[in-house]
């Protein structure tokens, strides 16, 4: 059997449609799939800003009407995470006044009340760890 130049020419052209096929196939699922991470993506962190806003409202509230002499405000407020990503809970401290008012810890982990542990006073033993963390961190960084 012989192969004339025209026939080989049209069996090329037949392979480089076919691989561009392939490749826009391909180019299609993977815009798919990068699609949908991120659609998955802004739905869980919706999710978890959502249950931050929900878990502040919660403990801002228990300090506000546990302390109704003090104008408490919120100072400052940390979703706590597992190893996995997950939003297992918050920590929040408050003030009143410019001085510290005590803290809150919440817990998304079980269905019961997610107030684990608070105190009316202080900034609670997160903040204690991180000052002692940090204090000579100017030693080390500068």
């Known amino acids: 059997m012989s192969w004339t130049v025209q026939t080989i020419q049209i069996m090329l052209a ?3 449609m076919a691989t561009l096929l392939v490749l826009s196939i391909l180019t299609i699922e993977s815009f798919g799939l990068t699609a949908q991470a991120e659609s998955e993506k802004l739905a869980r962190l919706e999710m978890i800003n959502t249950s931050i806003a929900q878990m502040t409202d919660h403990g801002y ?3 506000r009407d546990s302390q109704p002499e003090k104008d408490i405000a919120v100072r400052a407020v940390s979703p706590l995470f597992d190893y996995d990503d997950n939003l297992t809970g ?3 401290t408050f003030e ?3 001085i510290s008012a005590g803290y809150v810890m919440l817990s998304l982990i079980d269905g019961t009340d997610p107030i684990v542990e608070f105190s009316f006073d202080g900034n609670g ?3 204690a760890v991180e000052e002692e963390l940090y204090k000579d961190a100017d ?3 500068c």
């Open 61 to 63: 509230s228990f300090m």
């Open 125 to 127: 033993p997160i903040s």
């Open 14 to 16: 037949m392979r480089m």
């Open 139 to 141: 030693e080390f960084f």
């Open 96 to 98: 009143a006044n410019g």
């Open 90 to 92: 918050c920590y929040m």
